[in-house]
Protein backbone atom coordinates (compact mmCIF):
# COMPACT_ATOMS: atom_id res chain seq x y z
CA UNK A 1 0.00 0.00 0.00
CA UNK A 2 1.48 3.65 -0.71
CA UNK A 3 1.96 5.78 2.14
CA UNK A 4 0.03 8.64 2.85
CA UNK A 5 1.87 12.14 1.85
CA UNK A 6 1.09 15.51 3.08
CA UNK A 7 1.43 18.22 0.32
CA UNK A 8 1.71 21.89 1.64
CA UNK A 9 -0.42 23.52 -1.49
CA UNK A 10 0.78 27.41 -2.10
CA UNK A 11 -0.63 30.06 -3.33
CA UNK A 12 0.41 30.04 -7.15
CA UNK A 13 -0.95 26.49 -7.38
CA UNK A 14 -4.81 27.21 -6.35
CA UNK A 15 -4.63 30.23 -8.28
CA UNK A 16 -3.41 28.26 -11.57
CA UNK A 17 -5.65 25.50 -10.94
CA UNK A 18 -8.71 25.73 -8.67
CA UNK A 19 -9.39 21.91 -8.99
CA UNK A 20 -6.05 21.39 -7.31
CA UNK A 21 -7.47 21.65 -4.13
CA UNK A 22 -9.20 17.92 -5.11
CA UNK A 23 -6.12 16.72 -6.55
CA UNK A 24 -4.13 14.88 -4.13
CA UNK A 25 -6.50 11.60 -3.30
CA UNK A 26 -5.40 9.51 -0.57
CA UNK A 27 -3.18 12.19 0.97
CA UNK A 28 -3.57 14.65 3.56
CA UNK A 29 -3.37 18.79 2.09
CA UNK A 30 -2.16 21.56 4.09
CA UNK A 31 -2.81 25.32 3.33
CA UNK A 32 -0.99 27.76 5.28
CA UNK A 33 -3.21 30.65 6.41
CA UNK A 34 -1.01 32.91 4.69
CA UNK A 35 -2.43 31.62 1.43
CA UNK A 36 -5.50 32.01 2.74
CA UNK A 37 -4.58 35.99 2.81
CA UNK A 38 -2.91 36.56 -0.37
CA UNK A 39 -5.75 35.20 -2.03
CA UNK A 40 -8.12 37.81 -0.80
CA UNK A 41 -5.88 40.26 -2.40
CA UNK A 42 -7.13 38.33 -5.91
CA UNK A 43 -10.53 37.42 -5.26
CA UNK A 44 -11.76 40.77 -7.24
CA UNK A 45 -9.82 40.16 -10.44
CA UNK A 46 -12.05 39.74 -13.32
CA UNK A 47 -9.78 36.81 -15.26
CA UNK A 48 -9.50 33.33 -14.31
CA UNK A 49 -6.98 34.13 -11.65
CA UNK A 50 -9.77 35.96 -9.75
CA UNK A 51 -12.06 33.11 -10.63
CA UNK A 52 -10.27 30.73 -9.11
CA UNK A 53 -9.49 32.58 -6.02
CA UNK A 54 -13.03 32.76 -5.47
CA UNK A 55 -13.86 29.23 -5.69
CA UNK A 56 -11.33 28.09 -3.39
CA UNK A 57 -13.29 30.69 -1.19
CA UNK A 58 -16.50 29.41 -1.60
CA UNK A 59 -15.00 25.67 -1.54
CA UNK A 60 -13.46 25.96 2.21
CA UNK A 61 -16.54 28.23 3.09
CA UNK A 62 -18.54 25.37 2.23
CA UNK A 63 -16.21 22.67 4.33
CA UNK A 64 -16.64 24.65 7.32
CA UNK A 65 -20.62 23.34 7.82
CA UNK A 66 -18.32 20.15 8.64
CA UNK A 67 -15.86 20.84 11.18
CA UNK A 68 -13.01 23.03 12.20
CA UNK A 69 -10.59 23.87 8.99
CA UNK A 70 -7.92 23.83 11.56
CA UNK A 71 -8.64 20.58 13.08
CA UNK A 72 -8.95 19.05 9.45
CA UNK A 73 -11.37 17.60 7.27
CA UNK A 74 -12.21 14.27 5.81
CA UNK A 75 -13.01 14.80 2.18
CA UNK A 76 -15.77 11.85 0.92
CA UNK A 77 -15.03 9.88 -2.02
CA UNK A 78 -11.38 11.09 -2.10
CA UNK A 79 -10.06 10.13 1.08
CA UNK A 80 -7.73 13.35 1.48
CA UNK A 81 -7.67 15.28 4.23
CA UNK A 82 -7.61 19.45 4.13
CA UNK A 83 -6.47 20.96 7.08
CA UNK A 84 -5.61 24.97 7.39
CA UNK A 85 -2.24 25.93 9.43
CA UNK A 86 -2.40 28.76 11.21
CA UNK A 87 1.01 28.38 12.91
CA UNK A 88 3.86 30.07 11.04
CA UNK A 89 7.20 29.24 12.19
CA UNK A 90 9.13 29.01 15.39
CA UNK A 91 12.01 31.26 16.43
CA UNK A 92 14.92 29.98 14.81
CA UNK A 93 13.53 27.60 12.14
CA UNK A 94 13.81 30.84 9.30
CA UNK A 95 16.96 31.98 8.27
CA UNK A 96 17.66 35.43 9.59
CA UNK A 97 18.91 36.40 6.14
CA UNK A 98 15.12 35.53 5.06
CA UNK A 99 12.79 38.29 5.58
CA UNK A 100 10.68 36.83 7.93
CA UNK A 101 7.26 39.26 7.35
CA UNK A 102 7.36 38.36 3.16
CA UNK A 103 4.72 36.74 1.97
CA UNK A 104 7.15 33.35 0.38
CA UNK A 105 8.95 33.06 3.36
CA UNK A 106 5.68 33.03 5.91
CA UNK A 107 4.86 29.68 3.92
CA UNK A 108 8.47 28.33 3.92
CA UNK A 109 8.17 29.10 7.87
CA UNK A 110 5.13 27.09 8.13
CA UNK A 111 6.43 24.07 6.17
CA UNK A 112 9.80 24.12 8.13
CA UNK A 113 7.46 24.48 11.27
CA UNK A 114 6.02 21.49 9.81
CA UNK A 115 8.64 19.83 9.22
CA UNK A 116 9.40 19.50 13.00
CA UNK A 117 7.17 16.92 13.95
CA UNK A 118 6.87 15.25 10.81
CA UNK A 119 8.86 12.51 11.53
CA UNK A 120 9.77 9.69 8.61
CA UNK A 121 5.76 11.09 6.32
CA UNK A 122 6.91 12.62 3.02
CA UNK A 123 6.34 16.32 3.34
CA UNK A 124 5.93 17.97 0.21
CA UNK A 125 5.25 21.58 -0.70
CA UNK A 126 3.85 22.07 -3.99
CA UNK A 127 4.30 25.57 -6.10
CA UNK A 128 4.37 26.65 -9.36
CA UNK A 129 6.81 29.52 -7.72
CA UNK A 130 10.26 28.60 -8.98
CA UNK A 131 11.97 30.66 -6.48
CA UNK A 132 9.97 29.02 -4.03
CA UNK A 133 11.14 25.60 -4.69
CA UNK A 134 14.77 26.66 -5.07
CA UNK A 135 14.70 28.21 -1.92
CA UNK A 136 13.24 24.88 -0.51
CA UNK A 137 15.83 22.82 -2.08
CA UNK A 138 18.64 25.15 -0.02
CA UNK A 139 16.45 24.55 3.21
CA UNK A 140 16.41 20.47 2.72
CA UNK A 141 12.74 20.97 2.03
CA UNK A 142 11.00 18.44 -1.36
CA UNK A 143 9.51 20.62 -3.16
CA UNK A 144 7.68 19.68 -6.94
CA UNK A 145 5.90 21.46 -9.21
CA UNK A 146 2.40 21.36 -10.03
CA UNK A 147 2.42 18.11 -12.58
CA UNK A 148 -1.64 17.59 -13.14
CA UNK A 149 -1.61 19.21 -16.38
CA UNK A 150 1.85 18.30 -17.61
CA UNK A 151 1.56 16.49 -21.08
CA UNK A 152 4.17 13.47 -21.61
CA UNK A 153 6.26 13.42 -24.55
CA UNK A 154 6.27 10.43 -26.77
CA UNK A 155 10.15 9.37 -26.99
CA UNK A 156 9.54 7.69 -30.39
CA UNK A 157 8.81 10.38 -32.56
CA UNK A 158 5.28 13.58 -32.71
CA UNK A 159 2.23 11.72 -32.10
CA UNK A 160 0.30 12.27 -35.07
CA UNK A 161 -3.11 10.49 -33.25
CA UNK A 162 -3.70 9.13 -36.55
CA UNK A 163 -3.09 5.14 -37.77
CA UNK A 164 -4.40 2.94 -40.51
CA UNK A 165 -5.09 -0.49 -39.90
CA UNK A 166 -6.80 -3.57 -42.58
CA UNK A 167 -10.16 -4.46 -41.29
CA UNK A 168 -12.34 -7.55 -42.93
CA UNK A 169 -14.76 -7.20 -45.09
CA UNK A 170 -17.51 -7.86 -41.79
CA UNK A 171 -16.10 -5.30 -39.65
CA UNK A 172 -16.63 -2.57 -42.72
CA UNK A 173 -20.22 -3.89 -43.23
CA UNK A 174 -20.90 -3.46 -38.93
CA UNK A 175 -18.66 0.16 -39.27
CA UNK A 176 -21.23 1.18 -41.76
CA UNK A 177 -24.36 -0.38 -39.94
CA UNK A 178 -23.76 -0.44 -36.74
CA UNK A 179 -21.55 2.12 -36.29
CA UNK A 180 -18.95 -0.06 -34.56
CA UNK A 181 -17.33 -3.44 -34.33
CA UNK A 182 -15.18 -5.12 -32.15
CA UNK A 183 -11.37 -4.66 -32.70
CA UNK A 184 -8.23 -5.42 -30.76
CA UNK A 185 -4.97 -4.00 -31.61
CA UNK A 186 -2.24 -3.72 -29.00
CA UNK A 187 -0.39 -1.27 -31.44
CA UNK A 188 -3.18 1.43 -31.58
CA UNK A 189 -3.60 3.91 -28.91
CA UNK A 190 -6.98 4.85 -26.79
CA UNK A 191 -8.80 7.53 -28.74
CA UNK A 192 -7.00 7.12 -31.73
CA UNK A 193 -8.08 8.26 -34.89
CA UNK A 194 -8.27 5.56 -37.59
CA UNK A 195 -7.96 5.02 -40.73
CA UNK A 196 -9.84 2.12 -42.00
CA UNK A 197 -9.07 0.14 -45.13
CA UNK A 198 -10.80 -3.47 -46.80
CA UNK A 199 -9.22 -6.12 -48.91
CA UNK A 200 -11.12 -4.01 -51.99
CA UNK A 201 -9.93 -0.85 -51.54
CA UNK A 202 -12.92 0.34 -49.54
CA UNK A 203 -12.29 2.60 -46.70
CA UNK A 204 -13.92 4.32 -43.24
CA UNK A 205 -12.94 6.66 -40.70
CA UNK A 206 -12.94 5.37 -37.12
CA UNK A 207 -11.44 6.19 -33.35
CA UNK A 208 -10.62 3.33 -30.86
CA UNK A 209 -12.32 3.10 -28.17
CA UNK A 210 -11.64 0.20 -25.39
CA UNK A 211 -11.64 -3.24 -27.45
CA UNK A 212 -14.07 -1.34 -30.41
CA UNK A 213 -13.67 0.86 -33.46
CA UNK A 214 -16.17 3.48 -33.63
CA UNK A 215 -17.40 4.94 -36.57
CA UNK A 216 -17.14 8.74 -37.00
CA UNK A 217 -20.17 8.88 -39.10
CA UNK A 218 -22.41 8.04 -35.97
CA UNK A 219 -25.31 11.34 -35.88
CA UNK A 220 -24.57 11.09 -32.46
CA UNK A 221 -21.06 12.31 -32.49
CA UNK A 222 -21.82 14.21 -35.71
CA UNK A 223 -20.83 18.16 -35.47
CA UNK A 224 -22.46 18.41 -39.13
CA UNK A 225 -25.81 17.72 -37.95
CA UNK A 226 -25.48 20.78 -35.04
CA UNK A 227 -23.88 23.37 -37.17
CA UNK A 228 -24.55 22.28 -40.89
CA UNK A 229 -20.78 21.98 -41.18
CA UNK A 230 -19.02 19.74 -43.82
CA UNK A 231 -15.52 18.79 -43.10
CA UNK A 232 -13.62 19.19 -46.38
CA UNK A 233 -11.08 15.95 -45.87
CA UNK A 234 -10.50 13.53 -43.51
CA UNK A 235 -8.51 15.65 -41.01
CA UNK A 236 -11.03 17.78 -40.68
CA UNK A 237 -13.26 15.03 -40.11
CA UNK A 238 -11.50 13.69 -37.48
CA UNK A 239 -11.14 17.13 -35.97
CA UNK A 240 -14.33 17.72 -35.75
CA UNK A 241 -15.26 14.68 -34.03
CA UNK A 242 -12.69 15.05 -31.02
CA UNK A 243 -14.01 18.98 -30.75
CA UNK A 244 -17.45 17.20 -30.34
CA UNK A 245 -16.65 14.37 -28.37
CA UNK A 246 -17.76 15.15 -24.69
CA UNK A 247 -15.38 12.37 -23.00
CA UNK A 248 -12.04 13.94 -24.27
CA UNK A 249 -11.08 17.16 -22.24
CA UNK A 250 -8.41 18.29 -24.37
CA UNK A 251 -7.95 18.29 -27.41
CA UNK A 252 -4.13 19.66 -29.14
CA UNK A 253 -4.34 20.22 -33.45
CA UNK A 254 -1.42 21.43 -35.39
CA UNK A 255 -1.44 22.11 -39.02
CA UNK A 256 -0.34 24.92 -42.01
CA UNK A 257 -2.57 28.30 -42.16
CA UNK A 258 -5.66 28.13 -43.27
CA UNK A 259 -6.48 24.27 -42.45
CA UNK A 260 -9.19 25.63 -40.92
CA UNK A 261 -7.83 24.52 -37.24
CA UNK A 262 -8.78 28.12 -35.27
CA UNK A 263 -12.29 27.92 -37.42
CA UNK A 264 -13.09 24.46 -36.70
CA UNK A 265 -12.16 25.19 -33.06
CA UNK A 266 -14.66 28.39 -32.74
CA UNK A 267 -17.20 26.83 -34.37
CA UNK A 268 -17.35 23.60 -32.37
CA UNK A 269 -17.44 25.98 -28.92
CA UNK A 270 -20.05 27.75 -30.39
CA UNK A 271 -22.20 25.09 -31.30
CA UNK A 272 -21.70 23.42 -27.83
CA UNK A 273 -22.29 27.47 -26.33
CA UNK A 274 -25.49 27.39 -27.79
CA UNK A 275 -26.48 24.09 -27.40
CA UNK A 276 -26.50 24.80 -23.35
CA UNK A 277 -23.48 22.62 -22.86
CA UNK A 278 -21.01 25.36 -21.40
CA UNK A 279 -21.45 28.74 -20.48
CA UNK A 280 -18.72 30.23 -21.91
CA UNK A 281 -15.62 30.53 -24.30
CA UNK A 282 -12.13 31.25 -23.27
CA UNK A 283 -9.65 32.17 -26.32
CA UNK A 284 -6.02 32.55 -25.64
CA UNK A 285 -3.30 32.83 -28.28
CA UNK A 286 0.30 33.96 -27.75
CA UNK A 287 1.32 37.02 -27.96
CA UNK A 288 4.49 36.98 -29.86
CA UNK A 289 4.23 39.64 -33.25
CA UNK A 290 5.01 37.82 -36.68
CA UNK A 291 6.89 40.85 -38.55
CA UNK A 292 6.63 44.43 -36.96
CA UNK A 293 6.44 44.37 -33.51
CA UNK A 294 3.33 46.81 -32.13
CA UNK A 295 5.05 48.12 -29.59
CA UNK A 296 2.92 49.43 -26.13
CA UNK A 297 -0.27 49.64 -27.46
CA UNK A 298 -2.24 52.79 -25.63
CA UNK A 299 -6.18 52.44 -24.21
CA UNK A 300 -7.83 50.10 -21.79
CA UNK A 301 -7.33 46.19 -21.43
CA UNK A 302 -9.74 45.35 -24.52
CA UNK A 303 -7.82 48.13 -26.45
CA UNK A 304 -4.32 46.73 -26.12
CA UNK A 305 -5.85 42.83 -26.76
CA UNK A 306 -7.94 43.89 -29.99
CA UNK A 307 -4.95 43.32 -32.39
CA UNK A 308 -4.02 40.02 -31.02
CA UNK A 309 -7.64 39.20 -31.04
CA UNK A 310 -8.67 40.48 -34.36
CA UNK A 311 -8.11 37.31 -36.65
CA UNK A 312 -10.42 35.10 -34.29
CA UNK A 313 -13.37 37.61 -34.56
Known amino acids: MTARKTFVLDTSVLLYDSTSIHSFPGNDVIIPLKVL ?6 KDKPNLVGENARYV ?17 MIEGLDQTLRIEIQTQKNGLLPASLDANAGDNIILGTVLYLAQDHGQKPLIIVTKD ?17 YKDHIEVVESGFYEGVGSTQLSNKQLKELF ?16 LIIGTGPNGESALAVKRDNTLRSLGNPENNLATVIKLQPRNKEQAFALWLLNEPTIPLVSITGIAGSGKTFLTLMAGL ?7 YERIVITRSIEPVGRDLGYL ?13 PIM
Open 37 to 42: DELDRF
Open 57 to 73: NRYLDGLRQMGRLDHGI
Open 130 to 146: INLRVKCDALGIKAEDY
Open 177 to 192: KVGYTNFTNSDLMENQ
Open 271 to 277: AALMDGK
Open 298 to 310: PGSLDEKIRPWLA
